[in-house]
């Protein structure tokens, strides 16, 4: 499961340039400097949990979040999901 973890923060950092919430736009390195450098979490769209045997991940099964809005997509059940998030902060910005 690292290696597609892995290889999904490699695609944005290709498409980006660097790593950032696909959800609030946080983006560590330029908070953290370089102890942020290319650091971010990984979110399974489908919860593993759910995963049969066979299923497989691919790299459009995952999305690259901060933590805030990792552990609020998984808060508490049932889960949101990442356009429910996006609603859910555009709703609370002020």
Same mark, same amino acid.
Request: contains cysteine.
């Given at each position: 499961?690292?290696?597609?973890?892995?290889?999904?923060?490699?695609?944005?950092?290709?498409?980006?340039?660097?790593?950032?919430?696909?959800?609030?736009?946080?983006?560590?390195?330029?908070?953290?400097?370089?102890?942020?450098?290319?650091?971010?979490?990984?979110?399974?769209?489908?919860?593993?949990?759910?995963?049969?045997?066979?299923?497989?991940?691919?790299?459009?099964?995952? &999305?690259?979040?901060?933590?805030?809005?990792?552990?609020?997509?998984?808060?508490?059940?049932?889960?949101?999901?990442?356009?429910?998030?996006?609603?859910?902060?555009?709703?609370?910005? &002020?």
């Amino acid at each position: 499961d690292w290696k597609i973890i892995s290889a999904k923060k490699q695609q944005a950092i290709l498409e980006n340039g660097f790593l950032e919430c696909e959800v609030c736009k946080f983006n560590f390195e330029k908070k953290y400097g370089d102890r942020g450098h290319n650091f971010a979490e990984v979110h399974h769209i489908k919860p593993i949990s759910n995963y049969e045997d066979e299923d497989i991940t691919a790299l459009k099964d995952l &999305v690259i979040l901060c933590s805030n809005c990792h552990r609020m997509i998984h808060r508490k059940e049932p889960w949101i999901s990442v356009e429910e998030l996006k609603k859910l902060i555009s709703k609370v910005a &002020v």
